[in-house]
């Protein structure tokens, strides 16, 4: 051994010698495992220990045994040695006319006249290779006495023919996967070893191993004292001279010639099925072999329940592949054109595009690519497009075929003028094409920008690409039908998003929910997800419940399919987010951001950003540090101004900004902002409400009530109801500050009556309302559960978070019903809210009937419970 090196201790696996002590209370224990996997040290552990109550007659087969006389004689002196029979006899000798059924019944009758309980251990069964010697070792199996018990070790399953036993409940079996080290008791070897290594680097040594066992105590041996232990696990493989040499000894070198050629040629496929085999073998019988492997437990693992499909282990793995470059190296490129042909015949692009690559073909790799970069996008694989980018050489980088596939990644990575940049070599490249090929290229270009003009919010883009993209693609086949269907909920999806961000035009819903629905139906999980996750965004005009209903069901579903932490589920976060700073729940909305900023790490668009700025925003805004608030809102507005057109976030990106400078008593750098507006952006009622800020801070009541006047009346556009909250508040404070109380305290009654459904915060956090609604007499609102609650949040504490997921009944209601639905906690009779709503008697009284029966109720106070149980109307305790 070299010098600095200490053997790997055996550590104590409690856990598998209590599951041996179970099974060993069976009449027949069989462990079976591949070489190395620690059966014999199991054993050996477990016979050590100083509570063993059986006695242990021990025998070890030797290699390739064939003689029946050497096998019983060992196994009957064993016997006689655990059972205390030795004593004046003489051990048994062979003789010529030795008789193995009448050797086994004598071993029987040993057994059966032990002075103690015994149990016979038989290790390494597998090398026991006569027919006949399993016979009768199955009989006495099968007939062992009362007390005696029998533990057998073998690398794969023998045809031993204990059935009866096993269907008697005698039978207990111990499989690989039971002795596969975890990852805790892979730290505990290597600190056993002496080894000091990190968490990130012990995850890898074992996903490496699979925790075999021989594979992690040869590891241990090389990371004794090895002056940087980090690198050599990231360097550790089945390549190992340690390792290899044993997976020679104990694995390869025991295989058939025709095994060890296939295993060879199939090395360089991740998996293989039989039919696979053949090709890269040329010879039939293959799928046999493969099944026959994984009986015999030689490192080969199939992967789906027909056992159609295998791999190899890894360490086995890489051994099989160095072994392939040294004894067929010019069968190396051959034998990927080869596999790379099968998996594009069996649509298994990701695969044809590696094996392609790894020929060296490195043209066909490009083309493949980007003939199969769009579908690939769909179903997720953008980072994995990425990677097969790099993997090509530098001589190969320029090749035109790439720059479409580039476009690609830039868009989903945000990098917008990147991305027009290789959509005009794409272009330029598809004009020079063949006209079958030249249709397919220029469909890709305008499904990319299509996603483009998407990212940047431009309207009319999208719709330029969504007729385009409505023509006939090519012919009527299978593949053409497919991309249209493709093509068809891209395109949906993309309109749908960009209608959602151009003021909330109300075709966003039904685009996304259209192109939801065909992705499904296509089969495209990550598109449909797409599609719900921008669905989740486009329910901000919904109320609160609703929205974030929809933002936890595309989450869940994004979550389902490991995509949790996916740029694409970013709009669906930061919505539900954004839901939580609105209502108050500060600490919630930070989480839910954390994991936006999260997804986002690697896209650095400005349109999904600018939302993740806005949102931090407002939330820093609503705990009142301001400072960080005005930071965040110039961050987003520096990214509205790459955006195209108008989107719904724009006034109140700017709106929150002016007022932010005026709290932060920057009143002159918020004039010359508001001076420099465009008439239409000044106009807006979120910019009207800046206004009022400002002139508030300015000491001007009179102009704030001036200025907040057009919002009230209706006359200025707003993107939503939220700015009339904010607007009512704000003429509030003006009131009060010229000391019209009765006229503040009518202000902030009309402010809460609006906040009610959604159980709004946030406004009268902005606003800095707590001294008037404090000043607001309770017996005289008909708010007070929201009052105290709003309160409570001004005041420092947390609010009380309740089911944030309504069932989907609460979507059935109508825009006319939940707006009557506001009303239902208040004072107002039917008349009264008719009034206010402008509609008739009637009107409130179909939509209360309506209401009641939605929401499974038969009167106005159980409706407003049940809707505030669905997170419709607010809840909280009540007013005292």
Not at 233 to 252: D, I, K, N, P, W
Not at 491 to 498: D, E, F, I, S, Y
């Amino acid at each position: 051994m070299t010098a600095g090196r200490t053997t790997p201790r055996l550590i104590d696996r409690g856990d598998l010698l209590a599951a041996l002590d179970r099974a060993s209370a069976r009449k027949v224990t069989i462990i079976t495992a591949p070489a190395g996997s620690g059966k014999t040290s199991l054993l050996r552990t477990w016979a050590d220990r100083p509570d063993r109550a059986h006695r242990l007659a021990v025998v070890r087969v030797r290699r390739d045994q064939h003689d029946a006389q050497d096998f019983w004689l060992a196994l009957l002196d064993a016997v006689r040695q655990a059972s205390g029979a030795t004593s004046g006899t003489e051990p048994p000798a062979a003789t010529l006319d030795f008789n193995a059924w009448a050797m086994a019944d004598r071993v029987l009758s040993e057994l059966a006249g032990a002075r103690n309980d015994v149990t016979l251990v038989v290790d390494d069964l597998h090398e026991l290779n006569s027919p006949e010697i399993l016979a009768q070792l199955t009989r006495l199996l099968t007939n062992l006495p009362p007390g005696v018990h029998a533990v057998l070790t073998t690398r794969h399953d023998l045809r031993l023919g204990l059935h009866q036993l096993r269907l008697a409940g005698e039978l207990a079996e111990i499989r690989a996967a039971d002795l596969r080290f975890t990852e805790r008791e892979t730290r505990e070897l290597l600190a056993a070893s002496g080894v000091a290594l990190s968490e990130a680097g012990t995850a890898l040594l074992h996903q490496r191993t699979e925790g075999w066992a021989a594979g992690l105590r040869l590891a241990a041996l090389s990371l004794a004292g090895h002056p940087d232990p980090e690198r050599f696990v990231q360097e550790f493989s089945g390549t190992s001279r340690t390792v290899a040499e044993y997976l020679l000894a104990e694995m390869l070198d025991r295989q058939p010639g025709d095994t060890r050629d296939l295993l060879l040629r199939t090395a360089l496929l991740d998996r293989v099925n039989g039919e696979l085999a053949d090709l890269l073998t040329g010879r039939p019988g293959s799928e046999r072999i493969l099944l026959e492997l994984e009986d015999a437990n030689a490192f080969v693992v199939s992967l789906d329940p027909g056992r159609t499909w295998f791999r190899y282990h890894h360490l086995f793995a890489d051994l099989l592949r160095l072994e392939l470059r040294r004894a067929l190296p010019e069968h190396v490129p051959a034998l990927h054109r080869r596999a790379a042909e099968w998996f594009g015949q069996h649509g298994e692009a990701l695969d044809a595009i590696r094996h392609t690559q790894a020929a060296g073909d490195w043209h066909d790799a490009a083309r493949l690519l980007a003939d199969h970069s769009f579908s690939l996008t769909l179903d997720g694989y953008a980072q994995t497009i990425q990677a097969l980018v790099r993997a090509f050489p530098l001589s190969a980088g320029a090749d035109p075929e790439l720059a479409l596939v580039r476009a690609g990644g830039d868009l989903v990575q945000g990098r917008l003028d990147e991305a027009s940049a290789h959509l005009a070599v794409a272009e330029t490249y598809a004009g020079t094409a063949p006209p079958g090929r030249r249709r397919r290229l220029e469909v890709a270009i305008a499904a990319l920008k299509l996603s483009l003009a998407r990212r940047r919010g431009y309207l009319a883009g999208v719709v330029e690409q969504v007729r385009f993209l409505a023509s006939p693609v090519s012919g009527p086949s299978d593949e053409d039908i497919a991309l249209g269907s493709d093509l068809r909920a891209v395109a949906l999806m993309n309109l749908g998003t960009v209608e959602a961000w151009s003021l909330g035009l109300p075709d966003a819903e039904r685009h996304l929910r259209e192109g939801a629905a065909l992705a499904r139906r296509i089969g495209r999980p990550y598109l449909e997800v797409s599609c719900l996750a921008q669905l989740g965004f486009a329910s901000k005009i919904r109320p609160f419940g609703v929205a974030q209903r929809r933002c936890r069901e595309a989450i869940a579903a994004a979550e389902r399919h490991g995509w949790g932490t996916e740029p694409m589920i970013a709009p669906a976060l930061l919505t539900l987010a954004g839901t939580m700073v609105w209502t108050g729940e500060f600490d919630e909305a930070e989480r839910w951001l954390r994991r936006a900023a999260q997804a986002l790490q690697a896209d650095t668009g400005p349109d999904i950003r600018l939302l993740l700025h806005q949102t931090t925003g407002i939330l820093q805004a609503g705990r009142g540090r301001h400072r960080e608030a005005l930071e965040e809102f110039t961050a987003a507005g520096l990214l509205q101004s790459r955006l195209e057109g108008s989107h719904a976030l724009a006034g109140q990106v700017t709106g929150w900004t002016l007022a932010t400078q005026a709290r932060l008593g920057r009143t002159g750098a918020a004039r010359a902002a508001l001076a420099a507006l465009a008439d239409e952006m000044a106009g807006s009622g979120e910019v009207r409400n800046a206004r009022a800020v400002i002139c508030l801070a300015e000491g001007d009541p009179a102009g704030a009530l001036d200025a907040v006047r057009d919002v009230l009346d209706g006359a200025a556009p707003v993107i939503g109801y939220v700015t009339v909250v904010e607007a009512q508040l704000l003429a509030g404070l003006a009131h009060r500050a010229l000391g019209d109380q009765r006229a503040a305290n009518r202000a902030a009654e009309r402010a809460m009556a609006l906040a009610e459904a959604d159980r709004l915060v946030l406004p009268f956090a902005m606003t800095g309302s707590r001294e008037l609604l404090e000043a607001l007499p309770r017996h005289q609102t008909a708010h007070a559960a929201l009052l105290t609650g709003i309160l409570d949040v001004l005041r420092g504490e947390s609010p009380a978070i309740g089911n944030q997921s309504p069932p989907s009944a609460a979507d059935e209601l109508s825009p006319g019903e939940l707006r009557v639905l506001r009303y239902l906690p208040t004072n107002l009779s039917r008349p009264e809210i008719a009034t206010v709503l402008s509609v008739s008697v009637n009107t409130v009284g179909t939509h209360i009937r309506s209401i009641y029966a939605k929401l499974g109720v038969r009167d106005r106070s159980s409706a407003v419970q049940r809707a505030r149980e669905l997170r419709l109307l607010a809840g909280g305790r009540l007013g005292t």
